[in-house]
Each structure stands twice: as structure tokens, then as C-alpha cells.
């Protein structure tokens, strides 16, 4: 068997750009795919994708680690997050080929499942503490028994104690609302430093939240040990590191104990396999980032199946987002805030490509400019620039 073409796929999906990869073999019917979205670069991840293709041509696609290896070494520079989004989605999509080929789920060929279902999360919003209760109250109305939400909003180096009272009052009305039976997940966003970070941390431990997302930035693993040490609440990262090697000193220093690799970005589902046994000989857990769309959370679905300290996975709620949902062919559903183990061969879905084709990206300078400033700028009260 042989690859005949390693193709992006662009998308509209609402509220992203989304990036798939179709890879074609000679063997008839027989291709995969997989997703490699990267917010504000769809353009630079694709023709990344599109400089790999002759390097796969004629490449046997079971072949999955050669492939991920020959990628990744060949290329001399080590990959930063374009090259490292091109990979994961192109690996993805190998999977795909290796369990259609094969008839088995993909969590089949990681050494079986080890749980029956996936629990998973979706986020809420509110910027008020009544808006924020209610908000995360139709969400467990739905069935969901898990949300996330970014408590605080812009904070300085340090901040005097109104920020930390008012994010605080929103995480109290949400507790009183939801009850102790709904975990309630906090996304610091990497946006503060590890002086608010402890501040902001021990305001919230009296409302038990199951972790605190990146309280500060994954580039410095001591300041993240630091509010660590600092606080009863687990702290979990891992949605800006790639690869195995990126979450090394993570473990070592003891900065996290719940990694979130990226499918999309840390090296597809080869490399969250490896993270994650990794992080067992830590007893650390898994909770992969995904903020993307159906393709993505198949394919994290898989290793969470296969994965011992599996813990929960993030998703976008499917009712928010009925754009994403449409470009695949019957999406994995959500039952009472859980998966359960697909049993088609492969990632388990597929894309639907004239889908795609009725939703091609605006590419004009007015969207442009609006996906990559208007969502992620953010500005303190001074003007300065500050972490989104």
C-alpha cells in the first residue's frame, strides 16, 4: 500500500477556521483523515501540510511511527507549532488508514479500551455572577456533569483585591447553583502571573473546583510549581507544549499533576499516547485540550479509551456549534455527559467534504484581521498588551 496524496482541507466552522487532512493510498475507497486547526493560522498550517506531501508520496501508510519520525527528524529544525499542528493532523489521519484497514477502532490497536465510556466537559460563559450561575445551569440541564469556564478577566502583574472578589462571587453563585455533584473547572488561560495566580487560587479552594488550567504560562515550569505548591487545588496544563519532550520538565518539577496536550498541536494521537504513559510514571492524569472540532475529539476520544489515567475531555457543546458539526458525517454524541467507544473502524467519523466545499474561509483582509486581533487581543486598563 502506498500514499497517493496528502491533502488540507479548509473549513468554515463558525467559530473557527478548521484545517483537516485527507490522506489518499492506492488502494481503492481506503484514505483517512485527521484535523490539524490552529486558531489564527489555518493558511501557514496548510501549506505546511502541503511542503510535507513530498516527503509521504509513496510511503506505506501503516507505517505510522516511521512516518511521525521521518516528519518530525527530517526536516533538521525541530517543530514549533505549525509544522507540529501539520504532523498531528497528518498522523491522525494515518491512524484512520491503519484501523479502516485493519476493521478495528483505533483505541483497539492502542491495546484495547480500558473503560467502558469518556466523560467529558463543555464550557460556560457569564459576566455577571446571576449570568454565570445561569449559563452553567443549562449546561447540566443538558446532561452535562462537568464545565469549565475562565473566571477572571484581564489581570495585572498584581492586582489589588476587587478582581479576585468579583471572580470569586461568580464561582460561588455558580457552586450554589450547580451543587457539589457538577465539577466545576477553572481556566486561568495562562493570563495572569504567579502572584495573582496563588492570590486568585486560595479565594477559590472554599468552591473545590476539580483543577485550575494554566494559572500561568506553560514556558516557565518553576513559576508554575510555584503556585502549585501554593495551592489544595490540582493545577493542570499542557494545551501550548508539544510532544513528549515539552511536558518533560513539567513532570519533573512537579508543575502539574493533569497534562492537556493538544491532539491538533502535540503531535497527533501518537504522541498523546506517549505523553500520556509518561505522565503514569508521575500519576499524573490525562485531560487532552480541545477546543476544536468533531475530528479532533474523535481522535482524543480514542486515546482516552486506551489511556489507564485517562481523566476527562474537554468539547466544544455541540448545540453551540452547529457550523463544526455539520462538516462530518455523523458525529460522536454525548450521552448524560459521556462517550461511549465508537465501534467504526478508524477515527470513527467522517468528513463530509462538499460540507466543506459550501463552507470555504473568507480569506479577506477585514477577516483576516478580525480572526487573528479580534479574537485574541487582549489590553490592560493602561493600554498595555497583555496575555489572552
Known amino acids: 500500500m502506498k500514499i497517493t496524496a496528502v491533502k488540507p482541507v479548509l473549513a468554515d466552522g463558525g467559530h473557527r477556521v478548521f484545517v483537516f487532512v485527507k490522506i489518499e493510498t492506492d488502494q481503492p475507497g481506503l484514505y483517512g483523515w485527521g484535523e490539524a486547526s490552529l486558531e489564527g493560522k489555518p493558511r501557514a498550517v496548510a501549506g505546511c501540510i502541503e511542503d510535507f506531501e513530498p516527503m509521504l508520496l509513496d510511503e506505506n501508510p501503516l507505517r505510522v511511527e516511521y512516518i511521525w519520525q521521518l516528519l518530525y527528524r527530517s526536516a533538521f529544525w525541530r517543530m514549533g507549532v505549525i509544522g507540529l499542528s501539520a504532523i498531528s493532523g497528518i498522523d491522525q489521519a494515518l491512524w484512520d488508514i491503519k484501523g479502516k484497514e485493519a476493521n478495528k477502532p483505533i483505541y483497539e490497536l492502542l491495546g484495547g479500551p480500558v473503560r467502558d465510556k469518556v466523560r467529558m466537559y463543555t464550557h460556560f460563559g457569564g459576566s455577571t455572577p446571576e449570568a454565570a450561575a445561569e449559563n452553567a445551569m443549562s449546561k447540566v440541564a443538558k446532561g452535562w456533569t462537568a464545565v469549565k469556564t475562565v473566571p477572571m478577566g484581564v489581570t495585572n502583574v498584581l492586582d489589588?483585591?476587587?478582581?479576585?472578589?468579583?471572580?470569586?462571587?461568580?464561582?460561588?453563585?455558580?457552586?450554589?447553583?450547580?451543587?457539589?455533584?457538577?465539577?466545576?473547572?477553572?481556566?486561568?488561560?495562562?493570563?495572569?502571573?504567579?502572584?495573582?495566580?496563588?492570590?486568585?487560587?486560595?479565594?477559590?479552594?472554599?468552591?473545590?473546583?476539580?483543577?485550575?488550567?494554566?494559572?500561568?504560562?506553560?514556558?516557565?515550569?518553576?513559576?508554575?510549581?510555584?503556585?502549585?505548591?501554593?495551592?489544595?487545588?490540582?493545577?493542570?496544563?499542557?494545551?501550548?507544549?508539544?510532544?513528549?519532550?515539552?511536558?518533560?520538565?513539567?513532570?519533573?518539577?512537579?508543575?502539574?499533576?493533569?497534562?492537556?496536550?493538544?491532539?491538533?498541536?502535540?503531535?497527533?494521537?501518537?504522541?498523546?499516547?506517549?505523553?500520556?504513559?509518561?505522565?503514569?510514571?508521575?500519576?499524573?492524569?490525562?485531560?487532552?485540550?480541545?477546543?476544536?472540532?468533531?475530528?479532533?475529539?474523535?481522535?482524543?476520544?480514542?486515546?482516552?479509551?486506551?489511556?489507564?489515567?485517562?481523566?476527562?475531555?474537554?468539547?466544544?457543546?455541540?448545540?453551540?456549534?452547529?457550523?463544526?458539526?455539520?462538516?462530518?458525517?455523523?458525529?460522536?454524541?454525548?450521552?448524560?455527559?459521556?462517550?461511549?467507544?465508537?465501534?467504526?473502524?478508524?477515527?470513527?467519523?467522517?468528513?463530509?467534504e462538499e460540507a466543506c466545499k459550501r463552507r470555504v474561509p473568507d480569506f479577506s483582509l477585514e477577516k483576516t484581521r478580525q480572526m487573528v486581533l479580534g479574537n485574541y487581543g487582549a489590553f490592560h486598563k493602561d493600554g498595555g498588551i497583555a496575555d489572552s
Open 160 to 352: 489589588g483585591p476587587p478582581v479576585v472578589d468579583e471572580a470569586t462571587a461568580k464561582l460561588r453563585a455558580v457552586r450554589e447553583a450547580v451543587g457539589d455533584q457538577v465539577d466545576i473547572l477553572l481556566d486561568f488561560h495562562g493570563r495572569v502571573t504567579p502572584q495573582m495566580a496563588i492570590q486568585y487560587a486560595r479565594a477559590f479552594e472554599p468552591y473545590r473546583p476539580l483543577f485550575i488550567e494554566e494559572p500561568v504560562q506553560a514556558e516557565n515550569p518553576a513559576a508554575m510549581a510555584q503556585v502549585t505548591r501554593a495551592t489544595s487545588i490540582p493545577v493542570a496544563t499542557g494545551e501550548r507544549l508539544f510532544t513528549r519532550w515539552g511536558f518533560r520538565e513539567i513532570l519533573e518539577t512537579g508543575a502539574a499533576s493533569l497534562l492537556q496536550p493538544d491532539c491538533c498541536h502535540a503531535g497527533g494521537i501518537s504522541e498523546l499516547r506517549k505523553i500520556a504513559t509518561m505522565a503514569e510514571v508521575y500519576y499524573a492524569g490525562l485531560a487532552p485540550h480541545n477546543p476544536y472540532g468533531p475530528v479532533s475529539t474523535a481522535a482524543c476520544v480514542q486515546v482516552d479509551l486506551a489511556s489507564p489515567n485517562f481523566v476527562i475531555q474537554e468539547m466544544v457543546d455541540p448545540d453551540n456549534a452547529p457550523e463544526a458539526m455539520s462538516l462530518v458525517k455523523e458525529p460522536l454524541t454525548v450521552v448524560d455527559g459521556y462517550i461511549l467507544p465508537p465501534t467504526k473502524p478508524g477515527l470513527g467519523v467522517e468528513i463530509d
